[in-house]
């Protein structure tokens, strides 16, 4: 079981808001980078700004460059297929790379919420993440 915490941000319309935020970490060579999005049961897939990408060794190159929509309207993306790690346990998933840096980086549900039940308890402020065998 992992547990992640809610953490309190500022907003535009509230003086404060809990937000679901996990503790990942990144495949970059031989070590990890870490990484705290947001845990978005919203998104579709997992999306990393910019300069994370160029961090992990992203460059723009070959890929077909896609347009992802969400709240904030549409922002190109580059799909990579990555590593990542939440807790002790290494997962391949599909990446979004954001082409912009002004986008929120999140944990999205494609290849994530397939490993794990994962329950919201926002009273409590932490997130369960349980393993599904």
């Known amino acids: ?12 319309y509230q003086k404060e808001i809990l937000r679901p935020i996990a503790d990942v970490w990144l495949k970059r060579g031989n070590t990890w980078v870490e990484f705290h999005p947001y845990i978005d049961s919203g998104a579709d897939v997992t ?7 160029e961090l992990l060794g992203f460059k ?35 990446i979004a790379w954001a082409l912009v840096e002004e986008v929120p ?11 794990f039940r994962i329950t919201f308890l926002q ?9 599904i065998r």
């Open 105 to 115: 980086p999140l944990l999205g549900r494609t290849d994530v919420f397939d490993f």
């Open 60 to 94: 723009i190159g070959g890929e077909k460059i896609e347009e992802i929509g969400g709240i904030r309207g549409g922002v190109p993306v580059i799909y990579k297929n990555w590593q990542i790690k939440l807790g002790e346990k290494v997962l391949p998933i599909l």
């Open 47 to 53: 999306l990393i700004p910019l300069s994370l990408g």
């Open 123 to 131: 009273k409590e402020r932490k997130i369960i993440f349980e393993e």
């Open 1 to 12: 079981m992992i547990v992640f915490r809610y953490k309190s941000e500022k907003s535009r």
